[in-house]
């Protein structure tokens, strides 16, 4: 039911078969894009009691190891840029690199301290 629900609501998108897999490992790239698609889900829905208000870094960063021309180019920035992901020492966004379960959690608890009463 669950599935069925974020993917009709386009948060996570099915493989072309149709299937999900529930268990999948997922990279940085994939997590942006999904993240992406939660944050707009969030700000487009309800009945507008809340707004989500990103603290943006004081300085544009650029991922160093994203092109712009990559297609999540825009989404990874943001996400970056308000804070959701972070880049390593050398602003390297590394967009296979597997996502662990505490950066995913750091990332959950961003979005929730972002969410504000109108």
Same mark, same amino acid.
């Given at each position: 039911?669950?599935?069925?629900?974020?993917?009709?609501?386009?948060?996570?998108?099915?493989? %072309?078969? *149709?299937?999900?897999?529930?268990?999948?490992?997922?990279?940085?790239?994939?997590?942006? #894009?999904?993240?992406? @698609?939660?944050?707009?889900?969030?700000?487009?829905s309800g009945t507008g009691a809340?707004d989500i208000r990103f603290t943006?870094?004081?300085?544009?960063?650029?991922?160093?190891?994203?092109? %712009?021309? *990559?297609?999540?180019?825009?989404?990874?920035k943001f996400l970056v840029n308000?804070?959701? #992901?972070?880049?390593? @020492?050398?602003?390297?966004?590394?967009?296979?690199?597997?996502?662990?379960?505490?950066?995913?959690?750091?990332?959950?608890?961003?979005?929730?301290?972002?969410?504000?009463?109108?």
């Open positions: 039911e669950h599935i069925i629900r974020v993917c009709t609501l386009k948060i996570m998108q099915l493989r %072309p078969d *149709h299937s999900f897999s529930r268990f999948t490992k997922i990279n940085r790239a994939s997590f942006a #894009v999904i993240f992406h @698609a939660l944050i707009r889900y969030l700000e487009q809340y943006p870094l004081d300085e544009v960063v650029e991922p160093a190891d994203i092109s %712009p021309l *990559h297609k999540h180019y825009k989404i990874i308000t804070q959701i #992901v972070h880049l390593d @020492a050398d602003n390297n966004f590394k967009p296979t690199e597997l996502m662990t379960p505490p950066i995913v959690l750091k990332a959950i608890k961003k979005i929730l301290n972002s969410i504000k009463e109108r």
